[in-house]
T-cell receptor
Framework: KAGVTQTPRYLIKTRGQQVTLSCSPISGHRSVSWYQQTPGQGLQFLFEYFSETQRNKGNFPGRFSGRQFSNSRSEMNVSTLELGDSALYLC???????????????FGPGTRLTVL | KQEVTQIPAALSVPEGENLVLNCSFTDSAIYNLQWFRQDPGKGLTSLLLIQSSQREQTSGRLNASLDKSSGRSTLYIAASQPGDSATYLCAVRPGAQKLVFGQGTRLTINP
């Protein structure tokens, strides 16, 4: 079974631009979460989608947004990029059983975003 | 607010040694705890998942324990190998789909 895939793997943007990152979960997984990893802050939760609905959101500004499609693939968008948005963006998927999840989260390889 | 701490931040040991990585969390109300490994510039690889009702999980040379009441987990690595060198991350699930991560322990196994 293929793992979580993320595209692109690397991105270089300039301040003020916007960017869209894509995540394809493991087949059958309907929950997709996004995390930002930086050397200073570590791994921080951005948001989580299940059945095309955002169910949970971390403490990030509104410039960070996302969506999920009917095939469970997810995208996240960052508008008006700032230097501080440079980070590794990780996507994770898990299989859901009802509303609660006691299941493992499986992570993709990440997208390395550099903002100049 | 749930906080996760991992000690030590870095650890260097000779090959073949058994070692223990520590993780502590401030709120015992968790669904589960997951240990990951991360190689430089890569994503996270799930190692072990312990549900809140469990005390430990084992996979190969790895054994993870969970003491919810004291807010602690340990990851035991037996007979360490150079290929075990990586950053090890502990994460707890306080609810919903959010994981709260520690800062990690950077492990180096010296041949």
């Amino acid at each position: 079974k293929a793992g979580v895939t993320q595209t692109p793997r690397y991105l270089i943007k300039t301040r003020g631009q916007q960017v869209t990152l894509s995540c394809s979960p493991i087949s059958g997984h309907r929950s997709v979460s996004w995390y930002q990893q930086t050397p200073g802050q570590g791994l921080q939760f951005l948001f989580e989608y299940f059945s095309e609905t955002q169910r949970n959101k971390g403490n990030f500004p509104g410039r960070f947004s996302g969506r999920q499609f009917s095939n469970s693939r997810s995208e996240m968008n960052v508008s008006t990029l700032e230097l501080g948005d440079s980070a590794l963006y990780l996507c994770a998927s898990s299989w859901m059983l009802g509303e609660a999840s006691y299941n493992e989260q499986f992570f993709g390889p990440g997208t390395r975003l550099t903002v100049l | 607010k749930q906080e996760v701490t991992q000690i030590p931040a870095a650890l260097s040991v000779p090959e073949g040694e058994n070692l223990v990585l520590n993780c502590s969390f401030t709120d015992s109300a968790i669904y589960n705890l997951q240990w990951f490994r991360q190689d430089p510039g890569k994503g996270l690889t799930s190692l072990l998942l312990i549900q809140s009702s469990q005390r430990e999980q084992t996979s190969g040379r790895l054994n993870a324990s969970l003491d919810k009441s004291s807010g602690r987990s340990t990851l035991y690595i037996a007979a360490s190998q150079p290929g075990d060198s990586a950053t090890y991350l502990c994460a707890v699930r306080p609810g919903a789909q959010k994981l709260v991560f520690g800062q990690g322990t950077r492990l180096t196994i010296n041949p």
